[in-house]
DNA sequence: CGCATCCTTAACCATATGGTTCTGAAACCA
DNA sequence: TGGTTTCAGAACCATATGGTTAAGGATGCG
């Protein structure tokens, strides 16, 4: 599945789609705009969102919402977290993230 | 470059490299003995590793030593933990993950 | 020098990926 | 009913990816 999610990533468009859906639900036309792409590529490239488990969709209704499913991030960031001993970064500064991620939730 | 990264680690022989070279150094031969893979399958996984900065190589004197390098992936994790609000986890266990990473160095 | 070792490169192949256009299904609107 | 909107699916295409085998370059050793 870490496949799956890596693979999803790797896609900057299907970056950008995750991203969008940080400010809400949308449509496959909203997520469409912002690209000089073709209706049916996004659509493609939902479907690899959601088969990744990153997103979910809303039953048909005329319009189609997305909507993201984040819980694959935190599995992907639990497998990197293995390798931080290795990170150039000092461990004051690892700790110094840990607590801004603390303090801003 | 967050594109090479995820690329990179989509693809589990790669992976599987990566974990090995938390463990020191190897060479290209030591690297291709888990899989049934030919040699030369496994140097352009090296080369895809490399490619994303995951990896350096020293000057070859015989053999040719993969070294891990995990400053990408801090940069993977900056890109994910931009999500952590989207996690299905409570905050609460969130904080004792960022607890236990603290911790345990 | 001659040869073995370690690895890369080249050529090739099958399949996956990311895009296109065209067609069509499903729900709303008049 | 019939048309419009919204989207998915099929067919197609070019290129990327992950593997193979075969050949060759560089280093160390007898």
Known sequence: M??????????PTRRAILTRLKDGDATVAELAAPFSMSQPAV???LK????AGLISRSQRATA??????AEPLREAIGWLMDYRAYWAESFD???????????QP
Chains 1, 2 share one sequence.
């Open 2 to 11: 870490l496949t799956g999610v890596f693979a999803a990533l790797a896609d």
């Open 43 to 45: 659509s493609k490239h």
């Open 48 to 51: 690899v969102l959601e088969q």
């Open 64 to 69: 189609r919402l997305s909507h993201l499913e």
């Open 93 to 103: 500064r690892l700790d110094d993230l840990l607590d801004d991620l603390k303090e």
